[in-house]
């Protein structure tokens, strides 16, 4: 962490004028983000009739040559509500929704809303057992399948409890024009929603923040999902914090989304941001990076959300003629890099970066209100960061048995206080919310959500995100984070992508570090340039001492790197058929890592 980063009085003080303009939507963010009572009727569906009342003909949603008003938006979903409320779905439901980004989505999840019945957001990319498993997770009493996914619904049908009857289909093509024909079998949603009154419900006056809204799959260390429940209070809070006290968006902003419908960022941070506003939403069905600035300049956004490496695959982009002067001023998402942070704000004109902190199942969030850079901003909840014994896998408690708060600047585990204004919803499993409640952290009786992530205070309520624990590990005695190592290894010229991990070496104790890399097209590696460059730029205990040169970089469908399998695989030539490298003690550079190698490591022939 460089110390500018850090947040003083001074340069607190000094952001404080340009909030003043929009302090009246700030403050009525912190309101929503504030409210204790759990029982008060407020949701998503209170959110879109809100926004179709105040800008009626105002875009709500944009797709190619679709644009549906706020009016017609809001009176679709209604219509679907009376549908499936008829083939009963009530308060409570639990509905698979499997669709790809298309605009049915949004108009199935709001008539959802609508009902108080929660959606289950399944993952599209999904298959076989994975699938079947998420799917029984949750129980569904109905399933709503988009055309593009029926194939892959029918091969696990079979396995999937209850999938003899409520089956829903809707055609992949604009299904307020053409509604097609179901498969035998199915219901035509599209159809079955033809005809029905299109004011709003009276269930939606109905629906309260501690109701459910959504099941939202995260990793499991099992390999296997877990559904963590997204409730309208939860989705409230994010309406608040991102929409108007982050983004401040209005009817006049269009936001870009190339998110998966499936995540969290897509349909609860993006979308409550421009329902806070009424602002629009332009859609893409999944994110190209050569098609983006076209994208953007066709539908004149304004905004765009982001994960992970979205943003270093933009940087990778060559120059395109649509980029410049693009109508882009700012961008919410998490995981924007400090390494890039600057160069793609300064590149491509980014005026604010609404990064935020926040996960599916947690009760705390961080947003970047004042607009800092490299921090994922400020939060109104109760938390704390304390010392972690990374050896032992666990929090420092101290004599008397309670948790120890770190120094400003320096990295710890950020804890969330679990309270009557700050709930923790948690996972649909009651032991997988128990697994991760630390109780009696600073006084007996007490209970914080333990996210999981390393974090550093910078000052003022902010924090600036070090690396997940799971990511953390120790070589030399010292601590590394594989996000600092890889920042590093990014601004290396050639380099696309990093991915680090900890890879053990017999006879050493902890892991060193091995670093698996894409190169840009027609590029080869200088090894003892980048060996050259890590000793510049990393202590000599966080550079990595193996390289994998991988053709691609699997990742999750946002964008998250899969490390798993390149832990697994480590640096054995049996098992990996990429070019692999090592730098052996005292040597300036990288050299092949061969079979014959391998096994004189194996033997402990050299000192690491």
């Not at 979205?310 to 700012?330: A, G, H, K, M, V």
Request: charged share 25%; aromatic share 10%; net charge neutral.
């Amino acid at each position: 962490m460089s110390d500018v980063d850090l947040i003083t009085t001074a340069r607190f003080l000094r952001r404080l004028p340009s909030m003043a303009i929009r302090a009246p939507r700030a403050l009525r963010g912190l309101y929503y983000t504030g409210i204790r009572n759990r029982e008060k009727n407020l949701s998503l569906a209170w959110a879109l009739e809100r926004a179709a009342r105040l800008n009626p003909e105002r875009p709500a949603l944009l797709q190619d040559q679709r644009r549906l008003s706020y009016a017609a938006f809001n009176a679709w979903a209604n219509r679907l509500a009376r549908a499936l409320q008829a083939e009963g779905v009530r308060h409570g439901s639990v509905v698979a929704v499997m669709l790809e980004n298309r605009l049915e989505i949004f108009a199935v999840l709001a008539a959802l809303a609508k009902l108080g019945a929660v959606a289950a957001l399944i993952n599209t990319t999904q298959r076989g057992q994975l699938l079947t498993h998420s799917l029984n997770l949750v129980k569904p009493s109905h399933f709503v399948v988009g055309e593009e996914l029926h194939e892959v619904f029918e091969s696990v049908r079979a396995s999937v409890h209850h999938a003899d009857r409520h089956l829903y289909w809707l055609a992949d093509r604009d299904t307020l024009a053409d509604p097609g024909e179901a498969p035998a079998g199915w219901a035509n949603l599209a159809r079955l929603a033809e005809g029905q009154a299109e004011g709003n419900l009276p269930s939606s006056a109905q629906v309260r923040m501690k109701d459910a809204c959504f099941l939202i799959y995260t990793s499991g260390t099992t390999g296997l999902p877990k559904a963590s429940i997204m409730s309208h209070g939860k989705w409230i809070k994010a309406y608040g914090g991102f929409g108007h006290s982050g983004l401040g968006l209005t009817s006049a902003d269009v936001l870009y989304l190339t998110l998966p419908c499936y995540h969290n960022n897509a349909v609860t941070v993006c979308w409550g941001a421009a329902l806070a506003g009424s602002a629009a939403i332009a859609l893409r069905r999944k994110f190209s990076a050569s098609a983006f600035w076209a994208d953007v300049a066709r539908y004149r956004a304004t905004c765009f959300g982001y994960i992970g490496e979205l943003c270093r695959y933009l940087l990778n982009q060559p120059e395109c003629p649509e980029e410049i002067d693009n109508s882009l001023t700012c961008m919410i998402g998490n995981g924007l890099r400090p390494s890039i942070w600057n160069e793609f704000k300064e590149r491509f004109g980014i005026e604010r970066v609404v990064e935020f902190y926040a996960s599916s199942e947690g009760n705390i969030g961080f947003t970047n209100v004042f607009n800092f850079d490299n921090t994922v901003g400020f939060s109104p909840a109760p938390y704390a960061i304390v010392r972690y014994d990374l050896e032992n896998d666990r929090p420092v408690r101290g004599k008397k048995g309670f948790m120890e708060k770190v120094a400003k600047g320096e990295p710890g585990l950020l804890i969330s206080e679990i309270t009557d204004k700050w709930p923790f919803d948690g996972y649909t499993d009651p032991e997988k919310s128990e697994a991760v409640i630390f109780r009696d952290v600073f006084r007996k009786g007490d209970a914080w959500f333990n996210t999981g992530d390393l974090m550093r205070d910078i000052g003022f309520k902010h924090a600036q995100f070090v690396d997940r624990l799971g990511d953390t590990f120790r070589w030399k005695g010292e601590n590394v984070s594989t996000t600092e190592v890889e920042n590093v290894l990014a601004t290396f010229p050639g380099i696309e992508d990093a991915v680090v991990y900890g890879v053990e070496i017999p006879g050493t104790n902890g892991r060193c570090g091995m670093a698996a890399l894409r190169l840009r097209a027609g590029t080869e590696l200088d090894r003892e340039a980048l060996a050259a460059h890590l000793d510049r730029e990393l202590p000599a205990y966080a550079i990595p001492l193996f390289l994998r040169l991988l053709a691609q970089v699997e990742t999750t469908g946002t964008f998250k790197y899969k490390k798993a399998d390149l832990k697994k695989a480590a640096y054995d030539p049996q098992q990996v058929t990429d070019p692999l490298f090592v730098r052996l003690p005292g040597e300036a550079g990288y050299r092949a890592l061969d079979a014959e190698l391998y096994q004189r490591i194996q033997r402990g022939d050299y000192r690491f």
